[in-house]
């Protein structure tokens, strides 16, 4: 298997199109935004970079990769030769079937399909196919160079040769593959979630502010990142939106999103992509929004 078609450019598609190319397979870069494309080539450039100064690649591994890496806005004949098809487009299960729906029509009848959604479920995804044994989840996680995780689920109907395969190819591109099932949110964010809802209840009942509630996280349970400032880094919007399938799937009242999560989503107070969350990250530093702010 050497071809693959990623279909959407941004923040998870061009980094898996990135480990995709580093590997030595021929990727194709599917977007209906010609800058959203042009720009996902840039920051693989700049990542590769970087890759470059620390000396974990080379120049012609730097240009190999690159070279490896085709941008097209016409998704029917991006999927045309693929043997895999990655779709990372938004966290919304109507935009993901009408994609589907296309990649069924127009892949090669032995292409496996894979979704990069981190909750949505794998066999209401497949089911919208004419393949729904070839249909697979692979759940990078974000920054897809740098981590090693990927959740590989399971749907329904997915044949267990379709998993092997895509267990193997995860391993090829240097990652660790987990095997799990297909429930609302998988495992990664059906734990993680959930802590981060309870940290924004507990800004939002007053219990602490945001850098306290960072803080106790980092150092008390050595945590890398405080969940307030991982939300911010994941966007809140996600986050409520993977709260929401996880709160509709399980209807469990332990998944309903914080009123603050939801306000703060309103105000277009995303994180990190909109320049604040529930840090300011206005001039390049991170500051913590101040607790009065969210009364």
Request: hydrophobic content about 45%; overall charge neutral; some cysteine.
């Amino acid at each position: 298997m050497v071809n693959v078609t990623v279909v959407g450019a941004g923040t998870m598609g061009n980094g898996i199109a990135h480990v995709f190319a580093l590997k030595g397979f021929s990727v194709t870069l599917v977007d209906v935004n010609a800058s959203v494309l042009s720009r996902a080539l840039e920051v693989i450039s700049s990542n590769l970079d970087r890759m470059l100064k620390k000396q974990a690649i080379s120049e012609d591994d730097k240009h190999q990769t690159l070279h490896r890496i085709h941008t097209t806005t016409i998704l029917p004949e991006a999927v045309e030769a693929a043997d895999l098809v990655v779709e990372a487009a938004t966290e919304n299960f109507a935009i993901k079937a009408d994609i589907f729906r296309t990649i069924d029509r127009h892949a090669p009848k032995a292409a496996l399909l894979a979704t990069n959604t981190s909750s949505i479920s794998i066999t209401r995804i497949a089911a919208v196919t004419q393949r729904p044994q070839q249909v697979i989840g692979m759940h990078f996680m974000n920054p897809v160079p740098v981590m090693k995780l990927v959740e590989v689920i399971n749907g329904l109907r997915t044949d267990a040769l379709v998993t092997d395969r895509i267990v193997s190819i995860t391993k090829e591109l240097g990652k660790v593959p987990v095997v799990v099932n297909d429930y609302p949110g998988f495992v990664a964010n059906r734990i993680l979630m959930p802590m981060i809802n309870e940290a924004v209840y507990a800004l939002y009942e007053g219990v602490a502010g945001v850098a306290e509630i960072d803080t106790v996280m980092k150092l008390g349970m050595n945590h890398p990142m405080g969940p307030l400032r991982l939300a911010d880094f994941i966007g809140l919007d996600v986050c409520l939106a993977i709260l929401r399938v996880l709160y509709e799937g399980l209807g469990h009242p332990k998944y309903a999103p914080s009123p603050l999560l939801v306000k703060m989503v309103d105000a277009g107070h995303l994180g990190v992509k909109s320049g604040r969350g529930f840090y300011d990250y206005s001039g390049g530093v991170k500051n913590p929004v101040v607790a009065p702010e969210f009364a």
